[in-house]
């Protein structure tokens, strides 16, 4: 029994793209989407955004957004692309916990320039993802 070679009717090896070739257009592709995914991040904001000032471990005084009317434990660091993911479940607080990072919120509202301050700053355990 012989193996079957992959021959063209005009006998000539049939060539197959190596896979070092394919990893290599992987790698450009995932560059340049990055390239251009990267510069065009911005702060979440419109009409439905909401915004808490807070003092967290690691990254001091900070603006965070919460855009729209989202249940979600992540919150935007404004002008980074840094998230602050708070415990609404008990993994997102055990890892908080075991990072031993903190934010305490100060003040909240939906314009920026004009936040309330918070009659009693709470002080919880969170998950701090640097960007």
Known sequence: MTARRNVRPNGR????????????????AGIGVLAVAGPSQADPS?????????????LGTVLLVNSGPAHTAAV??????????????RS??????A??????????????????????PETVPVVIVRG
């Not at 419109?46 to 690691?58: E, N, V």
């Not at 660091?77 to 609404?88: D, E």
């Not at 997102?92 to 916990?97: D, G, H, Q």
């Open 92 to 97: 997102i607080e055990e890892r908080a916990l």
């Open 46 to 58: 419109g009409p439905q955004a909401f915004y808490f000032s807070a003092d967290c471990t690691g």
């Open 13 to 28: 090896n049939v060539r197959r793209p190596s896979l070092r070739r394919w990893v290599m257009a992987c790698v450009i």
């Open 99 to 120: 990072a031993g990072t903190t934010c305490t919120f100060n003040a909240a509202g939906p314009d920026p320039n004009d936040l309330e301050p918070v009659e009693d």
């Open 76 to 89: 935007q660091v404004i002008g980074t692309n840094t998230v602050v993911l708070v415990p609404v479940n």
